[in-house]
């Protein structure tokens, strides 16, 4: 329940310096910002603000932290771990009116972009120039800047072009206290701590993004992607394996399973072996000559793998086709199922024919289905649980397959969350993926930016209560927490 | 219990942190030189050393702080891999800590990234003489906050860095160096355009009116490239040998006495007019200064052109080696420092006059 009271209070502390328009308190205005991506978890705010300046912007955190007021900042709100899930006695804070491309140097080959740019837009207004931003999330089309630096998102691309992290050179903003900060630089690195790699990927816990510069790329002169059918899955994952053993580093190397191309196939026509039990598809860009080259290569692995059927894109239109069913392959879901649940672990790709077949295992145990979509090269698994929310018991049950999928991760070596963050929904996975002391040291980097704890409270990191009362004990690399104690 | 047990290391820290007792954490000290001056009692990690992992298919390397650089280069090159930032040794007694500790990158660092970029996992012992471990074996991993970037090039002043997975890439089929005579201005202008193309070129260096450019990629590829890049082939020995003299500083650029300031800039910022010679790699990013300019003027100079100064090496640092951070930067530093090493006793003052 909203607190009247306070909401008043802090709404007008708002629209003292705010227009009226940048407030938003009433439930029918507030009622759209009460989830992001992950819908399974909602909260009404207590107020939303819109602000459309960085000194509004700096404005409202010097408010809420005098208040002690939360403040939760969103982007585009396609985030799937409900990182910008709003707080019920704080603020919601929008950057999405912060639209503004505001310089491209094609010389430098950089790109300054307020944080609600949308990904796939900065690569639109470097195209002229023959550059492109490279991470690629399946998002993009509406996925912002913003979000991506709270995330460090990747993409299908980022085996060779690496995430966000890699692609960002600087990054400007405000702590909660108002104070402003650059991390980060135009050149190559900044003096002191890399606080940049530090901000990339902190979902928005501390620091509020209001500008970002990008690197620009130069547009590979041409890209061509082989589609690979196997009839075994972990023959697929060997053949991963024999393309990176042969010193091949694809610009990109997707693997989809059965399921998932069937589920897409209907959907974009994407010209998929619907026979196979898993295609890959490995692209090559450079140069015409390079890549006629490297494809002619990656072929003759693929083949030694076991494949037993190769396509190679003749033009463009057929590569985006290619490419299409995979970027196409949640909103597919979408269509054959009342609901999906995406996943996000991280394995090392040795081990990926043992966590598919423990997936299977979990589809029979829990009664549901999982179609796989997975980042080959980089061992990025996106498990998709097909379930109906509306039968309580199927998101009950899709909710521990889900747990004991991303536990099975973190057994084989892997993480909990290669792309899309803890957020609140892998708060008791970072329980079993992290020991008490190093949770220590996340709340005391949170305690150096955000001594009140203001920003983005509760998420990314779990408190060492709610880790206790989980009771799931931490084990690394097979080694449990204290491995003298006897166990028995 | 030997001196390269994680445990002994532990506890010798959680001991000096209780008596306020400052350690230096040094490797084999090739980068002695790098930072303010080193203090402290000596904690040597060579002890604890080794390659942990390594899956070529993987492309990922887990070694030991006190791995010899020269161990980790000789292991991946007999997979044909390497570490594509090319670090600088200094010296053979160069560990895998002090790589990561000091985040230094070499001559491919504008092409390939840096040293934080292909960093993945690491485990530290922090000022509490606590095991940690951050990040871990994967490409993609955004659990927690990035704790093992952090610790590139933060001197061993957050912990004490145990054992590190990096990333690690196939070498390049073929390389080939071209030698071009430019002078500075055209050089920068040329290499910014360049490099919004798509061509291989992944590492470039500039001095007295020559410009050398090294492409790397398939044959067919770096052939065309060289064509329409134009200029002289450089010998393929000669070639090796003048990159790896920038990278460990052998070449006789980096010689004699004057202070070296490293200039790191946007890489089209426009010709340093400071006195001194000057070296350029990295595109125009990088820029080497011979100089005994005075240190705030020099430093100036860098903020203005959008970068700044590190004081790489000098006989004497009155001035501080990495430039001085604004307010809101030194009090965030100050204050990750205080949550990893609280008692203050990690490699104090080696990053920082202030911790």
Known sequence: ?488 | MSAGDPKAFSERIRGAAAEKRPLRIRGGGSKDFYGNEPQGELLDTRGHAGVVAYEPTELVITARCGTLLSDLDKVLFEHGQFLPFEPPHFGPAATVGGCVAAGLSGPRRASAGAMRDFMLGAKIVDGHGQLLAFGGQVMKNVAGYDVSRLLAGSLGTLGLILEVSLKVLPKPRAELTLELELPQARALESLNRWAGRPLPVTASAWRDGELGLRLSGADSAIRAAAEKLGGETVAPDQAAQFWAGLREQSDPFFAGDAPLWRVSLPSHAPVLELPGEQLLEWGGALRWLKSGADAASLRAAAARAGGHATLFRSRDKPAGVFAPLPPGLARLHRELKNAFDPAGILNPRRLYPEF
């Open chain 1, 1 to 488: 329940m909203i607190d009247t009271r306070r909401q008043d209070e802090v709404a007008s502390a708002l629209r003292a310096f705010l227009p009226e328009r940048c407030v938003l308190w009433q439930e029918e205005d507030t009622r759209p910002y009460e989830c992001d991506g992950l819908t399974a978890y909602r909260r009404l705010p207590m107020v939303v603000a819109l602000p459309e300046t960085e000194p509004q912007v700096q404005r409202i955190l010097e408010t809420c932290h005098a208040l002690g007021v939360p403040v939760v900042p969103r982007g585009a709100g396609t985030g799937l771990s409900g990182g910008a899930l709003p707080p019920g006695d704080g603020v919601l804070l929008s950057m999405a009116k912060f639209t503004r491309v505001v310089r491209l140097d094609p010389l430098a080959r950089i790109a300054v972009v307020q944080p609600g740019v949308r990904n796939a837009a900065i690569s639109d207004v470097a195209a002229p120039f023959g550059l492109y931003y490279a991470p690629d999330p399946s998002s993009q089309i509406a996925c912002s800047i913003g979000g991506n630096v709270a995330e460090n998102s990747g993409g299908v691309h980022c085996l060779k072009y690496g995430l966000t992290v890699h692609n960002v050179l600087r990054v400007r903003g405000y702590t909660i206290e108002g104070v402003a900060v650059d991390f980060g630089s135009e050149a190559l690195d900044a003096p002191g701590y890399d606080l940049l790699a530090l901000a990339i990927g902190s979902e928005g816990l501390l620091a509020v993004t209001t500008e970002v510069t990008v690197k620009l790329l130069p547009k590979p002169e041409t890209a061509r992607v082989v589609m690979a059918s196997f009839d075994d899955v972990e023959k697929a994952g060997n053949a991963v394996a024999a393309v990176i053993a042969a010193g091949i580093v694809p610009a990109g190397l997707e693997m989809m399973d059965k399921p998932a191309t069937h589920a897409v196939e209907q959907f974009v026509h994407a010209g998929y072996d619907l026979e196979a039990a898993a295609i890959l598809l490995c692209e090559s860009d450079g140069s015409a000559a390079e890549v006629e080259d490297e494809i002619a290569r990656m072929k003759d692995v693929l083949a030694a793998a076991g494949a037993t059927r190769l396509a190679v894109s003749r033009d463009e239109a057929e590569r985006l086709r290619f490419w299409s069913g995979r970027k196409a392959a949640f909103p597919a879901m979408g269509r054959i199922s009342p609901d999906y649940y995406c996943m996000d672990g991280t394995i090392p790709k040795k081990r990926l024919g043992e966590v598919l077949n423990f997936i299977g295992a979990m589809e029979q145990k829990y009664g549901l289905r999982c179609p796989n979509v997975f980042h080959a090269g980089d061992g990025n698994l996106h498990p998709l649980i097909l379930f109906d929310a509306n039968d309580p018991g199927q998101l009950k049950r899709t909710e521990a397959f889900a747990a004991e999928v991303l536990e099975k991760c973190i057994e084989v070596g892997g993480t909990i969350t290669g792309e899309h963050g803890v957020g609140v929904e892998k708060l008791d996975q970072m329980c079993v993926q992290f020991a008490a002391a190093e949770l220590e040291i996340f709340h005391a980097i949170k305690r150096a930016y955000d001594p009140k704890g203001l920003l983005n409270p509760g998420k990314a990191v779990p408190s060492l209560a709610r880790c206790a009362e989980f009771g799931r004990r931490h084990v690394h690399g097979g080694e449990l927490d204290r491995p003298e104690l006897p166990r028995f």
